[in-house]
């Protein structure tokens, strides 16, 4: 990995094969503060909420949504973006850090699924890959989770980093003493590659304004 964040991604040959179809995002920003509370965010939140719920922007979001909600199903797996979107329109974004916030805001404005973690906490070069029946990998929960045969799955160096259905490790978690920033969109059928750039944008722009971060840099990935 070079000094400005870039990060080597390869997508394997049975992924490109099974899905050639869904983009991969990824988007790092260096050198952020975390942070629990702040007004400014408070009502930069507040705005962006009113924006996200206008009935126009809400169609898009929901109809992507709704396509995330399909691909779980078929492959037996509950989505948490419906909740989520539900939650947000009744009582807006949560408030619980800058980092969590964050993911939850570029999710919830673009109808995208997306993990925010400790960029220093992956080893080596990422592959986008299928898992094989039975792989399985520490959850951020703590709980084993058991990959089915060929599942999308990220993996580094030494191990799977994230299921797109199970969601990321316990190795790569974000927490507080987090400095260094990596938020990556997994896509299903029909989630165009714009979508993904604009809620990693959102999500880049946002951790430089409120946690002062440094160097974005973001990139989609076509099989």
């Not at 050198?31 to 962006?48: A, G, P, V």
């Not at 419906?82 to 408030?95: E, V």
């Not at 580094?156 to 994230?162: A, P, T, Y």
Request: hydrophobic share 35%; glycine share 8%.
């Amino acid at each position: 990995m070079n000094m400005l964040g870039e990060i080597n991604l390869t997508i394997t040959e049975t992924y490109h094969h099974r899905f050639p179809d869904l983009p991969f995002g990824i988007g790092t920003v260096h050198d952020c503060t975390y942070f629990e509370k702040s007004e400014s965010f408070k009502i930069y939140k507040r705005d962006l909420l009113r924006k996200m719920r206008r009935r126009a922007n809400l169609a898009q979001i929901e109809e992507r949504v709704h396509l995330y909600d399909q691909f779980f199903k078929e492959w037996g797996y509950p989505c948490p973006l419906p909740g989520h979107l539900k939650r947000t329109i009744n009582m807006g974004f949560p408030i619980v850090n800058l980092y969590i916030d964050t993911h939850i805001m570029a999710e919830m404005c673009h109808g995208i699924l997306m993990a925010i973690q400790d960029l220093d906490r992956f080893d080596g070069p990422w592959r986008l890959d299928l898992a094989q029946e039975g792989e399985t990998f520490e959850g951020v929960s703590g709980r084993m989770l058991i990959c089915k045969e060929k599942e999308i799955v990220l993996r580094d160096e030494k191990e799977i980093v994230c299921s797109l259905f199970q969601g990321p490790d316990s190795r790569t978690k974000i927490d507080e003493s987090s400095k260094n920033i990596v938020v990556y969109v997994f896509t299903a059928p029909g989630i165009q590659g714009k979508h993904v750039s604009d809620g990693i944008q959102l999500a880049l722009e946002i951790l430089q304004q409120f946690g002062g971060g440094k160097d974005p840099w973001q990139k989609v990935f076509h099989p």
